[in-house]
DNA sequence: AATTAATCGAGACGGTACGTCGGGTCTTTAC
DNA sequence: GTAAAGACCCGACGTACCGTCTCGATTAATT
């Protein structure tokens, strides 16, 4: 029952798809996101230019499709035995797929096109990225009890994850105080937030 | 004992700079970032290609320098009553200076070339925008005894800045929680950090 | 005894045939040569592009096949009255294939092709577009007696057809001198080369 | 007095002019027209691309600024003795021109883009390429009394240059005939257009 | 009737040149 | 020595065609 599914000619290549994918990821590390030009992901790639401009608007979606599968697999989310134990690990995780995760620079990269690129911008959001393990977390807080269900699971997602957020983008240093000591903060501040 | 002091030749023309920067503010608005080049600098302010190059190395550069002084103007920290007053105040021209204003697209974009721009990244730090007023707001809180003195002022300003800077900078939706919940949950979260 | 003859398969469409030659004829006429693209041709005809490729080598070759029955068609000999009339005929058969017939646009382009395509030249060569009629206009004229048999016809057919081929090329104005005169003129021209 | 004289800027390079217009030659001669590309002329001048299409529109253009002056001054026309020799001289000199010259060749193909271009076919005419030694051949005869003075010029061109041109272009084989009975036929042919 | 084989339209493939745009530099004259 | 102007070399942009390569679908002649 798949509509527009065209019948004819030559259909598209997987082998390419994956060749122009991987070149992205390649070449985003080793030559940074100023050099990765469209140019020369298809030679890298092996590829014809239009080939990938047949298949993909620009090269932030290009990106997009290389980085998310790897990104969304690094954040998701195993269960502890504890809320807060879900917590630090979920803080942890975030922090080393932001900082030192290759999938985590280009996520980092396309929040900064998403700036002034509104499909980027569509695109990230509809990955949901850090809005998916952080309802696992919240989940479980609320079957354990930890947490009231009325907790809004958005603005939990934004004090959970804006901390670790904001200083991987703004490049801050990384503070002395345990990762413990602040789930537990952002914890009580997210059960805060129904009193 | 002046060093590098150029004695002889013309001056430094005050009026190419200012029409520089200028020019650069106006045209972020109208065109974007994407479309933001340093020959349609040149063009708008009447100045030449060279003049840019001479006083600036990049584009990023000479937005950071168009944008820096409004942006530290808009996030400006003015002495409330109490501190949770502070602290909502802050919250909300935060907010306002990343969602609306110009100088906080300018901040946005040059964040995102942060991610892939050392240069660009160590010009942002070393304006530290977000942490002078909630440097003001936490030193009031200290003062009248509403926080500890040993309160990390580093981590306590990714946990006040974080989820208004990753709402903004991912698009997610703004809450439906009002602002003075969300202060007083943070404040309570920094206060735990020395707990 | 036929050689690499297929004895089975699907034949060659007689119809796509027809649709590549008439769309070669149309586009050269609407769009022109310059736009004149194999891929044009294809679409314009209803037809694979391999189809085309499997038939034809170039576009040249398809536009050689497509134009030369016309081409040889309008510049056939019909015998008139008197070796003077026969060369005034050609003469003015010449010019307008040459400047007013949409075969002979086709032919122009080929032999401007034909100046850096040996291939094309080779095509065009062996056409004899121009010697055909000439041999006939001659012919008659050694029969009449009008020139002597040794008369070579390669050389008088380079003097009947020179002037013409060479206004409609490079795109001199035609004279105010009647074709009469000038066929006369060149009719002696052809006489002499045997004094 | 000179009209529209920038007076501000850095001067066209006269050093680029000439490497572009050396390149085309060499390019035309080492790899054919079909492969000379503006990116290869480009690469071969030591240009950038840009440069090319500041001062000339087209391939063609540059082909012809590159060739116009060696393929004038090769069928310039030096006066012999008697109006004979002076047929005789000009006849070898185009024959030579168009078959064996590299600027005869640039010509013989610029004539072929004429056939589809406007813009160049206007170049060409303006050249007056043969035009001009005809004139000095037939104002030498006029002087001397072997033609009448009201002998038309641009018809007594395409006598005299249309055969030779024919033969060069359309491939046909150079004739048995000696130039110097050639030259006396066409000669007593433009005669002939008085009578 | 079933099989075989070459054709057909369609359209994606790897390439390459197109003409343009912007980057950063250089070379003028003017101040 | 700085300024505006504008040409310079360079290289990426996104597009258009090139000629080739699958596809599924036809269309005969051969089994």
Redesign the interface.
Known sequence: MNESRPRTGRPRSEQSRQAVLHAVDDLLVEV???ALTMKGIAERAGVGRQTIYRWWSTKAEVLFEAAITDAAKELSDTPRATTIEDVVAYLDGAERFLTTSDAG?AY??L???????AEV?RL??SAAL?EKPVHGVLTRAVDRGDIAPAV?F??A???L???????A?????R???PTA??A???L???R??T?
């Open positions: 940074g996101y100023a620079l980092r990269v929040v900064g096109e998403a700036q002034h690129d911008a990230l959001g850090f809004p958005a603005e997602a934004a004090i994850t804006g901390p670790v957020f904001y200083r983008l703004t490049g801050a240093a503070s002395e105080v000591v602040l537990a903060a952002l009580a501040a997210v805060d937030l009193h």
